[in-house]
């Protein structure tokens, strides 16, 4: 749901946060890195990533793993492997190419994706669980939802189509870093030259009223609201009346502001309560305060750009950090300042708006702006109008372990 800054496909659950993540990669300050591993030796021992070290203010001490074996994962008998599979095999066609990877990713190829014995003996024979604790002791975060929203558009400005999507604009300037400050890789700035130096670019309220994204917009839809909920998500799919098609609109990039939610403004404000600060109930406070929607949108400066994709085949999600399809309910948006893009992960949490277990094998495709902290998960809902009402109820409490690969001893 990838804000992208990082943003990303965002997230329908507002958690009070009206989470964000996106479909792009996200900009980890330092990533965190798997070690290497040689899983074809006797005893092999489990590997421990190497925590990042915090940045900014908002960070404290890096987490604890901990190993623990695979029997301590609540639920992890009942899950079905074949449906995590394919998720996991996208994951590897990335991961294989580091040497870490190379040997477990090369010998998943050979496993039975129709079994369920075979696939969980695979997981069970080359990786350890290790679960995260935070710094203060606390093994539980928080698990929002975000999902592929579907918005109604054309081409051309007409009739009820008034609201743009913008493509990026000619005069926002992206700086790497990285050439200059090696440790801060995937560390980009955006704004716009003014004369010789690169100043912010314009907010949310200012691109609203500017002239420069004039002749940018990529087309125009029929819902101001759902336009920036789509900015939310991060990417989504657009029907085109005048077309009669259906195409997918990606994030592209982003005003390099930092994304702030509209939920916790509204709860700040004393609008809404903690538990109303849904998707949902953001919606139902703007439908009955239409005179304050350029004030509650405008409280976040974030906007996001975005291209056409094709959609040859509507059963294939968008993509998100790590470069490959979403999976709808086994693909995750986490921070990659904590968790490597691509690993897989198990889920402890419940249903949306529920007591209902849901514990299962997820992978850490996506990463989402704010998608913040080393025990914080995005679960990728899908398609449809049931994943946006799941991701909009989405606020649960929930527990992570990493799968990684063995070392030797």
């Not at 994709?309 to 999976?327: H, N, S, Y």
Request: charged share 20%; with cysteine.
């Amino acid at each position: 749901m990838s804000l992208r800054f990082s943003l990303l496909v965002s997230c329908g659950a507002v958690a009070l946060a009206l989470s964000a993540c996106t479909t792009t990669p996200s900009v980890p300050l330092t990533p965190a890195k798997p070690p290497a591993i040689t899983p074809s030796v006797v005893n092999p021992v489990p590997a421990k990533p190497a925590a990042p070290e915090a940045k900014d203010a908002k960070d404290v001490q890096a987490p604890v793993f901990t190993p623990v074996s695979f029997a301590a994962l609540p639920g992890w008998g009942r899950d079905d492997m074949r449906a995590a599979w394919p998720a996991f095999m996208a994951s590897c066609g990335v991961l294989v190419k580091r040497p870490d990877w190379k040997e477990s990713c090369t010998i998943a190829r050979q496993v039975n994706a129709d079994s369920d014995k075979a696939i969980r003996q695979f997981f069970e024979a080359f990786f350890v669980p290790n679960q995260i604790v935070a710094a203060d002791g606390t093994n539980s975060g928080l698990v929002t939802g975000y999902y592929e929203p579907l918005l109604h558009g054309a081409r051309k400005r007409g009739g009820p189509y008034q609201t743009p999507l913008y493509k990026v604009p000619d005069d926002l300037v992206t700086v790497d870093l990285a050439s200059v400050y090696p440790e801060l890789k995937n560390m980009r700035l955006r704004g716009k030259l003014v004369g010789k130096k690169v100043v912010p670019y314009a907010t949310r309220a200012d691109i609203e009223r500017a002239t420069s994204v004039t002749g940018k917009e990529l087309m125009w839809v029929d819902d101001e609201v759902e336009a920036f909920f789509l900015q939310v998500q991060g990417s989504g799919r657009v029907q085109l009346t005048d077309t009669q098609e259906t195409v997918r609109v990606a994030y592209a990039d982003q005003n390099g502001h930092p994304y702030q939610s509209i939920g916790r403004y509204l709860v700040d404000k004393g609008e809404l309560t903690m538990s109303q600060a849904s998707a949902q109930g953001i919606k139902a406070w703007i439908a009955g305060h239409p005179t304050r929607k350029d004030e509650l949108f405008n409280a976040n400066p974030s906007y996001v750009f975005f291209k056409e994709e094709r959609l040859p085949d509507p059963k294939v999600g968008p993509k998100g950090a790590l470069g490959v399809p979403l999976t709808p309910q086994r693909s995750v948006a986490i921070d990659s300042r904590y968790v490597p893009l691509g690993v897989p992960v198990f889920l402890s949490t419940t249903q949306a708006n529920s007591d209902i277990p849901m514990q299962r094998l997820v992978m850490a495709q996506d990463t989402g702006g704010a998608i913040r902290g080393p025990i914080r998960v995005d679960y990728f809902f899908g398609f449809g109008a049931e994943a946006a009402e799941n991701a909009g109820r989405m606020k649960q409490s929930g527990m992570v372990w990493l799968l990684l690969p063995k070392q030797p001893q």
